[in-house]
């Protein structure tokens, strides 16, 4: 029985090493050099209220659908990389910045959670604008192009499980701990804590 705690424990440390190892390749980038044409990075695009309002509309539609928590990360992931590959003149980006979250978020549903919900349900609390299923698949389409369909990326929340099990904490404990972690991390993506 020994043996397979041990195991176990040697599994979650090459995983966890993995995950660490692969996470640099899925981090947005950071510009820390002003330029006349800079890309939208996570420095200077989340500088604008934009992606905080995007931000927080995703996280409750997150929270009115019960979607479970790692997709609410996923989807800013995934919009925070496709942003960034983007200058801040680019004018498409900027109209149809909505329609990316909102592809964003499809994207990592169909990812990270096994149920599909209808896209009416959630399209009116984020959006004024009113896209069509088409509308949103091309996103989704151009999106994942452009992101070489490297989506399933790693994200704070993959973490939070592994770590605790390691930690001398019991199963109501790792509960109430895993809730306040997951409530800090939703918080520090909305850019509460930047």
């Known amino acids: ?58 996280h409750g539609i997150c929270e009115q659908e019960s979607i479970s928590n ?15 590959l983007f200058t801040q003149y680019d004018s498409y980006l900027i109209k149809s910045v909505e329609l990316i979250a ?4 499809q994207i990592a549903k169909k990812i990270r959670h096994t149920l599909t919900n209808s896209i009416q349900n959630y399209k009116i609390c984020l959006i004024l604008n009113d896209y ?32 605790l099990k390691k930690l001398p904490f019991n199963e109501i404990q790792r509960i109430k701990i895993k809730q306040h972690v997951e409530i800090l991390l939703c918080l520090c993506i909305c850019g509460k804590y930047r």
């Not at 909102?102 to 978020?105: A, D, I």
């Not at 996103?139 to 790693?154: F, V």
């Open 1 to 58: 029985m020994n043996n397979i705690n041990e195991s176990d424990d040697y599994l979650r440390d090459d995983m966890l090493n993995n995950m660490l190892n692969l996470e640099k390749y899925y981090l947005p980038p950071i510009n820390s050099k002003p330029s006349s044409k800079q890309s939208l990075s996570i420095t200077n695009y989340s500088q604008s209220n934009i992606r905080k309002i995007i931000a927080n509309s995703i």
């Open 132 to 163: 069509t299923d088409d509308e949103i698949f091309d996103a989704e389409q151009t999106i994942c192009d452009k992101l070489d369909w490297d989506l399933a990326s790693i994200i704070p929340h993959d973490y939070i499980d592994l770590i």
């Open 70 to 84: 790692d997709v609410f990360p996923l989807t800013m992931n995934l919009f925070d990389r496709y942003c960034s």
């Open 102 to 105: 909102l592809s964003c978020y």
